[in-house]
T-cell receptor
Framework: DQQVKQNSPSLSVQEGRISILNCDYT??????FLWYKKYPAEGPTFLIS?????DKNEDGRFTVFLNKSAKHLSLHIVPSQPGDSAVYFC?????????????FGKGTLLTVNP | EAQVTQNPRYLITVTGKKLTVTCSQN?????MSWYRQDPGLGLRQIYY???????DKGDVPEGYKVSRKEKRNFPLILESPSPNQTSLYFC??????????????FGPGTRLTVL
């Protein structure tokens, strides 16, 4: 049973436009959500996170929105740049104070075209 | 430089030949974990460790062993590798501050092929 779902395996956008990556979860115990970015031949790197007590978190061009009632979160990248082309993983934790276990989605390959 | 290192980066082996993938972090992190990444399946946790001598199973522990004798090292052991363990493996670590969420830092990955 997949508890974190990224239903779009890939997304292609034009440089300068908005990229929206979506993630759904089923476990209501998840209370912390993270996005990781992964380039080929490298390990994933942390991008942005959000606690379940918030509905939005911004960091520069990246904003994560959380809709707890819908068990849905999204990552917005504005404006998108070619260097943003990577695989994006959504992850969730039910740590309640520590994140000893992360559950990842399958990832979405974002391609930003110049 | 703060980092998680893994060795080897690439390994081709044969079925049944025991192997160890090493993982080391220099950030004094309490928590360490192993993941495997497979096409269409994303990242799945194999084992994790919350501190020295404390380990537990993740989602896909079958066929793997781990040990945590020192804080900085968390080796992944395949006693009798099989072709279905061909995968890309990542080690990760994070600090473990209570009531604070801590992102995990990942190593560069080890690509393992079992023939």
């Amino acid at each position: 049973d997949q508890q974190v779902k990224q239903n779009s395996p890939s997304l292609s956008v034009q440089e300068g436009r908005i990229s929206i990556l979506n993630c759904d979860y089923t476990n209501s115990m998840f209370d912390y959500f993270l996005w990781y970015k992964k380039y080929p031949a490298e390990g994933p790197t942390f991008l942005i996170s959000i606690s379940s007590i918030k509905d939005k978190n911004e960091d520069g061009r990246f904003t994560v929105f959380l809709n707890k009632s819908a068990k849905h979160l999204s990552l917005h990248i504005v404006p998108s740049q070619p260097g943003d082309s990577a695989v994006y993983f959504c992850a969730a934790s039910a740590g309640g104070g520590s994140n000893y276990k992360l559950t990842f989605g399958k990832g979405t390959l974002l391609t930003v075209n110049p | 430089e703060a980092q998680v290192t893994q060795n080897p980066r690439y390994l081709i082996t044969v079925t049944g030949k025991k192997l160890t993938v090493t993982c080391s972090q220099n950030m004094n992190h309490e928590y360490m974990s192993w993941y495997r990444q497979d096409p269409g399946l994303g990242l799945r946790q194999i084992y994790y460790s919350m501190n020295v001598e404390v380990t537990d199973k993740g989602d896909v522990p079958e066929g793997y062993k781990v040990s945590r004798k020192e804080k900085r090292n968390f080796p992944l052991i395949l006693e009798s590798p099989s072709p279905n363990q061909t995968s890309l493996y990542f080690c990760a670590s994070s600090s473990q501050r209570w009531f604070s969420y801590n992102e995990q830092f990942f190593g560069p990955g080890t690509r393992l092929t079992v023939l």
